[in-house]
């Protein structure tokens, strides 16, 4: 079942209606067997805060773009993408895993790997974010860097630099922290490496309001919006 070809039914609307349906295929799905018609369908997370919350730094049209048109857009492919194969009622995560370097399930990778990237992006930024790291993340930014400026200099440059689309990352890798930055879809999910927080760099994401000027988007996100609460309780997980 396709999710943009479920209709209203009988005034309920179609998220409501997907929750059921969802509920009822979890159901199914423990006495169902990989594959199943009936498998869950892969959602789309609620955002952790109201499209104008991050103004002025990211527009509420920017978001509501972002979020309601890309990332549901890649839910909606991933879905079609994996109807009636193995991997349908497996979870995102595992879809990821499954699927990455794989030349001819790259459709389903970069889908799959488009709707955790942009679900864990949401939750890097915060409205009133930036600012003095907490503590602990502090100590581990000061111990891979020498300090913290150093540490968002370095996310600076890597989101900056990604050669057109992408991701900045920082990251936790034997337990010490890095920045990483990644093409297109990629994300670190599949390397050794914890995510600990990204930037989308994908012109989608601030071209409505920064236009070509990348630098600006990414330096106000830093000072602004990101959150670093988010980054160190990752470093736990
Ligand atoms: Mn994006």
Redesign the pocket.
């Given at each position: 079942m396709q999710e943009n070809n479920l209709p209203a039914v009988n005034g309920i609307d179609r998220r409501t209606f997907l929750a059921a349906s969802s509920a009822l295929a979890a159901t199914v799905a423990l006495g169902g067997f990989p594959g199943s018609a009936h498998a869950q369908p892969i959602t789309l997370p609620a955002l952790p805060f109201a499209d104008n919350a991050l103004e002025p730094v990211i527009s509420a049209k920017t978001i509501g773009f972002?979020y309601r048109k890309?990332h549901q857009g890649y839910v909606t492919n991933l879905n079609k993408l994996i109807a009636n194969g193995v991997l349908a009622g497996k979870t995102l995560e595992d879809i990821i895993k499954a699927t990455a370097g794989n030349k001819e399930q790259s459709g389903i990778f970069n889908n799959a790997a488009q709707v955790w990237n942009?679900t864990f992006y949401w939750n890097s930024l915060k409205a009133n974010g930036g600012g003095e790291p907490p503590e602990e993340l502090k100590k581990k930014m000061q111990d891979a860097f020498g300090d913290v400026e150093t540490c968002i200099k370095e996310l600076t440059t890597a989101a900056t630099t990604q050669f057109a689309s992408g991701w900045a990352w920082l990251v936790l890798e034997d337990g010490k922290l890095a920045v990483r930055k990644t093409g297109n879809a990629d994300t670190p999910l599949t390397t050794r490496a914890k995510p600990l927080l990204t930037i989308?760099v994908?012109e989608?994401?601030y071209y409505l309001d920064y236009q070509n000027l990348r630098a600006d988007y990414v330096k106000a996100v830093l000072n602004k919006l990101i959150n670093w609460e988010f980054a160190l309780a990752n470093m736990d997980k």
């Open positions: 972002h890309h942009h989308d994908w989608h994401a």
